[in-house]
Structure formats: C-alpha cells, structure tokens
C-alpha cells in the first residue's frame, strides 16, 4: 500500500505565492489516476469560492504522483484541535462546527 498523501508548502515560480501541495501517490501509476482523485480534482474545480472551502490551485504530475496545489493557509483543523485545551469549551465547538457544515454545505449547493 502506498503511503498516504503528503501536505508541504512551495512557492510557485509563476507567482511567487505560497501554495500548499498535497502529493497522493498512485498505487498502479500504469492504469493512470484512480476515479476517486479525479473526482476530488474536477469537484474542488468546479466550487466557486468560499471562505471555508480551500481552493484548488491547479493540479499535475510528479513521477508516480499527483500534486494537488491548494491556497497555503497557516493552520488546519487538527493541528487547531491538537494544541487546544481539552476539552474545548462549547462555544468554540459550535464555532468549528458552523464553519465546517457551511463549507459542506457550499460543496454540494455548488457542485
């Protein structure tokens, strides 16, 4: 099995902005990408922006990979969840909730 996808940061030479790469490996690099990555790629391009969707910068081929290029943001999810205090006080996990269920929401309203 491969290993699971990578997330590293790079500036991209067009642009100089720093973008965030998520690098799936492909299991049988001879059959080309798997159904499910090319659904994940046309769906994140085709969902119009929203603040709590991160947006698909562009995508190609690394070796026997695919290199999903996605707008850098400081923090994710986890790594908030991981250093906060546990438990978290209610009204942050409504917040956290809210804004999760709203970028789903936008995620199939859109697609």
Known sequence: SPPPPTLVSH???QTGELVAL????LRRPEEGLPPQTLRE???LREI????HVVKLRGAFAQGPAVVLAFDYLVGDLGGLLRAAPAPLPAPRVRALMAMTLRGLEHCHRHR
Not at 48 to 51: L, S
């Open 22 to 25: 998520k690098k799936v490996p």
């Open 48 to 51: 119009e922006e929203h603040p």
């Open 41 to 43: 790629i046309k769906a």
């Open 11 to 13: 500036p991209p030479p």
